[in-house]
Each structure stands twice: as structure tokens, then as C-alpha cells.
T-cell receptor
Framework: GAVVSQHPSWVICKSGTSVKIECRSL??????MFWYRQFPKQSLMLMAT?????????EQGVEKDKFLINHASLTLSTLTVTSAHPEDSSFYIC???????????FGPGTRLTVL | DAKTTQPPSMDCAEGRAANLPCNHS???????VYWYRQIHSQGPQYIIH???NNETNEMASLIITEDRKSSTLILPHATLRDTAVYYC??????????????FGKGTLLTVNP
């Protein structure tokens, strides 16, 4: 399957700072990328869907001004958590899909801890 | 997308087959059945998917009932590394945002030595 990387794999930051998470498609042109978050002992929840070159579509209840998504190329999408607070501490996972495949492949995830 | 029902947990002995059931009684004709698994603190891993026919790959087999209202994922020879949460998801395949997956709670499979 396709290979997806995320950077960083974990990050600790102070409350009020912003954190950027990168999601790269290493061997695949991802026309669509998805961002999920997962709180401890819970399932994955979709945050937003981004198509290359367009604005992201956010799920209900996800603040678009707080979670900034950029998908400027077919191989890179970024999620920026602005003014992070302890309640934003979570496991953030990206996934990719392309027009030529019907399967979604996931990155390894980024553990964010906000102090 | 149709909802799925899975048992919250299952146990399996190492080396034996693990059979994970999934009910999707409201599945529609154009929805596929997908299986992913998530090992602790990792991103989900794609396993297999199918529409109506049984499917097999190097990881597992997928058995879909004739009425498509349920399916079973079979890991033929479970190992300790197969301990994970297994998610059964149904969705249409039509590109763009329709690729999004809705995760339920899945089944925690524990493979015991």
C-alpha cells in the first residue's frame, strides 16, 4: 500500500503556542487528504477533508480557525493547531486517498501534548 | 454510510484462526466493506475490502454473506503481533470526499500465547 509519513511523531508544547504537523505522501499523489484525531480510549474522529489546491471541509464542531489545514501539493498537507490548549492534547492522524485508488492509507500519527 | 456492529473484544490463541464478525444490516448496494486495524499508538492499517465476493490477500480473508448484511474477517494463523483494534467500516467508493471513513469502536482482538 501507499506510504504516508507524519512529522513530528510527538510534540510537547506550552499552552497558547501553535503547532504544525506535516503529512507527506511518499509514493503516491494524494488528491485528497483527511485529518483525524483520537482521544485516549476512543475511536478516530474525522476533523476535516482537504483536496489539493482547495479549502478544507471541516466536520461539524471542528473550528476551522483553530485547526488550519493546508494542502498545497499532491504530496504534502499540514495541520496547524493554533493557540493550543491542554484539551487539544490528542493523537492526530492523517490519511490519503487518490483518484486512482479506492483505499485510504494512514500515517503513523502525531502525539500532541499541550502543557 | 451504513453503521456496523462489532463485539467489543475477542480473544484468540496464538497460531489459531481469528474470526472477527461484523454486522452491517443496513448496507446499501453500492457500499463496500472495509477492514482496518490499529495497533496501540499507531495509525490504522488497511487490511482488506470487498463488495460481495469473498476476498483473500496476504494478511486475511474476508467472507461476506450472500445478503451482505454481515461479514467475517479471518486471520488464518494469529500471532501476538495481530493484537490490535479491528475496525469494520462500510462506505461507497466514488472518489473525493466520499472516501472518508467513519470509525466505530471496533473489536479489540487479543492474541494470547
Amino acid at each position: 500500500g501507499a506510504v504516508v509519513s507524519q512529522h513530528p511523531s510527538w510534540v510537547i508544547c506550552k499552552s497558547g503556542t501553535s503547532v504544525k504537523i506535516e503529512c507527506r505522501s511518499l509514493d503516491f499523489q494524494a488528491t485528497t487528504m483527511f485529518w483525524y484525531r483520537q482521544f485516549p480510549k476512543q475511536s478516530l474522529m474525522l476533523m476535516a477533508t482537504s483536496n489539493e489546491g482547495s479549502k478544507a471541509t471541516y466536520e461539524q464542531g471542528v473550528e476551522k480557525d483553530k485547526f488550519l489545514i493546508n494542502h498545497a501539493s499532491l504530496t504534502l498537507s499540514t495541520l496547524t493547531v493554533t493557540s493550543a490548549h491542554p484539551e487539544d492534547s490528542s493523537f492526530y492522524i492523517c490519511s490519503e486517498a487518490g483518484l486512482s485508488t479506492d483505499t485510504q492509507y494512514f500515517g503513523p500519527g502525531t502525539r500532541l501534548t499541550v502543557l | 454510510d451504513a453503521k456496523t456492529t462489532q463485539p467489543p473484544s475477542m480473544d484468540c490463541a496464538e497460531g489459531r484462526a481469528a474470526n472477527l464478525p461484523c454486522n452491517h444490516s443496513t448496507i446499501s448496494g453500492n457500499e463496500y466493506v472495509y477492514w482496518y486495524r490499529q495497533i496501540h499508538s499507531q495509525g490504522p492499517q488497511y487490511i482488506i475490502h470487498g463488495l460481495k465476493n469473498n476476498e483473500t490477500n496476504e494478511m486475511a480473508s474476508l467472507i461476506i454473506t450472500e445478503d451482505r448484511k454481515s461479514s467475517t474477517l479471518i486471520l488464518p494463523h494469529a500471532t501476538l503481533r495481530d493484537t490490535a483494534v479491528y475496525y469494520c467500516i462500510v462506505r461507497v467508493n466514488s472518489g473525493g470526499s466520499n472516501y472518508k471513513l467513519t470509525f466505530g469502536k471496533g473489536t479489540l482482538l487479543t492474541v494470547n500465547p
